[in-house]
Structures are given as C-alpha cells and as structure tokens.
C-alpha cells in the first residue's frame, strides 16, 4: 500500500494519528499504545560487542547468550536448566524520548517496570502456557535484578549450562525505541468504520517499517513481527485474556492483565517457540506494580 505518509514509527501521538487519518481509519487512534521497541540496527550479533558494552556500563539488552548472574541458573521442575531467551536493559527502556511520551494520551501509556536494572527472561522452550497446570512445570522465570548502574558494580555475565537445549546458539545485543502498537487485525469489529483489509495493512505497514529500521531483509508479501516491551499482543488479545489468564492469574477489584513483553522469533530466536511463534510474557497489574516478577504468567502463542 502506497502512501505520501510513511509509517511513523518513532512519533508522537499526533503524527500516529494523521497517519491513521490518512489511511481513512481514525477510528483506531483510540486504540493506539505506546511501546518500546528492540532493534539490533547497527549492533553486531555474538557476545565481543556486548561484553565490551556491558563492561562500560552501556545500557544494552540482547537476545539469547549469556546471562546477568542470576544467582543460580535456573532450571524446570524436571531439573533441566531453562534457556536465556532476553535481558532487557529497563533504565534504557525508561529514558526513551520523555517529551515523545508525554505526548501521548494518558489511558494510551501502559507503563509500570521498574526505571532500572535489567529484566531477565528464561523459558524450557517447552511449556507453551494455555494450561493451569503449565505452571507447576516451572517452564519459565521472569527475573527483576536491581541495579547498581556503576560499570565495576555490575553483577558479571554468566553462559548458560553446556546441557541447555536451544535449537541454535544466537546473541544479539539491540537498543530500545519509542513506538507504538496497533491492536491485531483478529480484534478488528464489524461496527468500525474501516474494514478488516484496512485494519490489516496498517499493521502490516508498521511492522514492515520496523523491519526496514531494523536493516532486515525485505520478505515480499509477509512482515516479521518486532520485540517490544508494553503494547498490544501481535497474535491479538482474546485467547489470552478470555481462555487462559482468568484462572492462571484471577483478578480482584479494579486489577487488570497487561502484557510486558512480546519476543518474536522469525530473527536471532528462529525456530526457539516452535513456527515462528511469539513468546508473551502477562502479569497483573498489582503484581507489576508490586514487583511480583515470579507471578508472571508466559505464553508461546501458537493460536
């Protein structure tokens, strides 16, 4: 689809809003969220860059390899070590572009991890997360390590056990940006004033136009989904908030499930969640706001 406007992926919500205008679909402005972005443009993959970064005190995340110390590696209830999937630098997260956020409607920020520190993801690659019983399997573990920032403070970098089992051993550090998500297609409604096909080529725009920042090759008549942090679910929100986190997660009161994190794996992690899949990662608010990382709830969305 063609366009004088380009998918603004870095703006503010008023540039995102012209752009929806354009494209005859200002009724999705409504829906928008803003949400940081991973891309590795310019960051070599392997552990040499990342080492000499996290040795400086950068503010660097990656995908795969070694690990922020966590104390112990851990492992599934079987014992087996989980693998690294994504240690995510949350100062960088936090210090996007203030007055970009600012911008934006209030209701439309979804924020609530911590400023600093860095969050850690580990998954069996194994436990896909539509049952309660999922987590008695202990298949995964969301870890929050506080700071300190100081560079000769920091926790050291650990590999993972020589028996982790991942289909290929990938490193690839990325920097945060300031983005922002569009609803899935699958959540378009009849009652909207754009079509389902409108709905749809706005999403496959904008992950095309991250695709292009990204410096991934072009993958004519497809998109490659991009790792954020807040946002919309890619897959769309329905299985996970109507069938699986009610009794996963019950809420009380006035709480709510958000999701955290979403981890594609078309790029570095290809062929880690199955098909192409997305690894989600949804907690409870209160939890969030509690710091309550172990009641995370992980999904590997093959629906």
């Known amino acids: 689809m063609s366009s004088s406007i380009p998918a603004p992926i870095h703006s503010m919500f008023p540039e995102v809003a012209a752009w929806l205008t354009q494209r005859g679909a200002e009724g999705l402005a409504p829906d928008l969220r803003y949400s940081a972005v991973f891309s590795e443009q310019s960051l070599a993959p392997g552990t040499q860059e990342l080492a000499e970064f996290w040795e400086t005190g950068a503010w660097i995340s990656w995908l795969g390899g070694p690990a922020v110390d966590p104390g112990g590696w851990p492992c599934n209830a079987e014992g087996r070590p989980l693998a690294h999937v994504a240690t995510f630098h949350l100062g960088g997260v936090d210090a996007l572009h203030v007055e970009s956020r600012r911008a934006w409607p209030q209701e439309q920020i979804q924020e609530g991890l911590p400023t600093e520190g860095v969050l850690q993801v580990f998954h069996d690659l194994q436990t896909y997360g539509y049952e309660l019983e999922d987590s008695q399997a202990r298949g995964w573990l969301v870890q929050w390590l506080p700071g300190p920032e100081q560079d000769a403070s920091r926790r050291p970098l650990v590999r993972p056990p020589e028996d982790v089992e991942v289909p290929s051993e990938v490193c690839q550090p990325g920097l945060f940006m300031p983005g922002f998500t569009l609803p899935s ?18 999403v496959e725009e ?12 072009p993958t004519p008549g497809w998109t490659i989904p991009f790792t954020h942090v807040y946002g919309h679910s890619s897959s769309g929100s329905a299985v996970p908030l109507d069938e699986v986190l009610p009794e996963a997660l019950p809420l009380e009161g006035e709480d709510e499930h958000r999701l955290v994190l979403e981890i594609e794996s ?3 992690l290809n062929g880690w969640f199955g098909d192409a899949s997305s690894l989600e990662v949804w907690m409870r608010a209160s939890d969030l706001a509690q710091r309550r990382f172990d009641h995370a709830w992980c999904m590997i969305r093959t629906d």
Do not use: Y
Not at 185 to 202: I, K, M, N, P, V
Not at 206 to 217: D, M, T, Y
């Open 185 to 202: 297609s699958l959540e378009h409604r009849d009652d909207q004033a754009h079509s389902f096909e409108q709905h749809d080529e706005l």
């Open 206 to 217: 904008l992950a095309g136009s991250w695709q292009v920042q990204r410096g991934l090759e």
């Open 266 to 268: 078309w790029t570095t």
